[in-house]
């Protein structure tokens, strides 16, 4: 496969109580990278689930979504046609 999803990252007041209903009602598992840093990080053994902090001013919600591709330079002419 030339590309796959890796990790999607939301935006939560909450972030520790989010990564526990995840675990909870999804069957997810709490990541050993979860850190103290303002962030919970919970998976399904194939797509991680990075719930990130508010900080002042930002919004809660959708933040990003990171794709592992095989061949970069594939990518970078493929945006460039």
């Given amino acids: 496969m030339f590309a796959k999803l890796k990790h ?39 797509i991680g689930l990075n719930i990130n902090s508010r900080s002042p001013g930002r919004q809660c919600g959708l933040d990003h979504f990171g794709f592992e591709v095989e061949d970069v330079e594939t990518v970078f002419a493929r945006l460039r046609t």
């Fill in 8 to 46: 999607v990252a939301i935006v939560s007041d909450q972030f520790a109580l989010l990564g526990k209903f995840y675990e909870a009602v999804f069957g997810m598992k709490s990541s050993a990278s979860t850190g103290p840093r303002g962030a919970s990080v919970v998976g399904d053994g194939y």
